[in-house]
């Protein structure tokens, strides 16, 4: 059993920072593309930023510039740095990995609880 935990959302202001963190724990083998997704109140869930094994990026274009994503692969890691923030990224962040656990030679997705990040104007 593999579990994601987030931390790091809250309520900043406009221009402000938050880094978000995503830990994964459990039966873990390898750790393929890891990414993080918001969804604000009645919209649908998007991609924010992704990246591969290999430290390959994508970018929303909406975040381009403002927002860096790391992994730390001996931790099992990932981070969002989110700089200039705007009140239109207020939403739950949810961070997503693709894991291939000990037991079983096959890929699977898991999900962290969300954070929430509230960027007040």
């Known amino acids: 059993q593999v579990q994601l935990v987030e931390s790091g959302g809250g309520l900043v202001q406009a221009g402000g920072s938050l880094r978000l963190s995503c830990a994964a724990s459990?039966?873990?083998?390898?750790?393929?593309?890891m990414g993080w997704y918001r969804q604000a109140p009645g919209k649908q869930r998007e991609l924010v930023v992704s990246?591969?094994?290999?430290?390959?990026?994508d970018y929303a274009d909406s975040v381009k510039g403002r927002f860096t994503i790391s992994r730390d692969n001996a931790k099992n890691t990932m981070y969002l740095q989110m700089n200039s923030l705007k009140p239109e990224d207020t939403a739950v962040y949810y961070c997503?990995?693709?894991?291939?656990?000990?037991?079983?030679?096959?890929?699977?997705?898991?999900w962290g609880q969300g954070t929430q990040v509230t960027v007040s104007s």
């Open positions: 997503r990995m693709i894991v291939q656990t000990m037991n079983v030679p096959i890929r699977y997705q898991y």
């Open positions: 990246i591969t094994s290999e430290g390959s990026t």
């Open positions: 459990g039966s873990i083998f390898s750790i393929k593309d």
